[in-house]
């Protein structure tokens, strides 16, 4: 599974090829400076918004990350990227909160 740290290493990479400091990248996607930098050094993680911000602006997919989706799966994953999009920002906060939710359940099975 990708770490923080791999996942950090990859946005940094993304960012640069981009040919873009982390002062424009963190105003395009409305994060402070600081705060992509933590991201990038793998001491912090993206909220689900910022991540798609992110995949706007960078140009990014899943497999930029190592995953690899058969196209069902792509299929699925760009509807809901797309469903997310149109969402309000109250609505992608309650759909994150129920992914932490969701998440820590799981994380209780294993």
């Known amino acids: ?4 740290t791999d996942i950090g290493q990859i946005i940094q990479k993304l960012r640069k090829d981009k040919n873009l400091t982390q002062e424009k990248l963190a105003e395009k996607i409305d ?7 933590k991201v990038e050094r793998g001491l912090s993680v993206l909220n689900v918004e910022a991540f798609l911000k992110m995949a706007g602006v960078l140009n990014f997919t899943l497999d930029d990350f190592g995953v690899n989706t058969d196209s069902k799966i792509d299929e699925t994953k760009n509807e809901l990227v797309k469903r997310i999009l149109s969402s309000s ?5 309650a759909y ?3 992914l932490d939710t969701m998440d820590s359940i ?3 099975l294993r």
Do not use: A
Not at 1 to 4: S, V
Not at 31 to 37: A, E, I, Q, R, V
């Open 106 to 108: 799981v994380k209780t």
């Open 89 to 93: 920002e109250k609505e992608i906060k």
């Open 1 to 4: 599974m990708i770490n923080k």
């Open 96 to 98: 994150t909160e129920l």
């Open 31 to 37: 994060l402070s400076t600081n705060y992509l930098s």
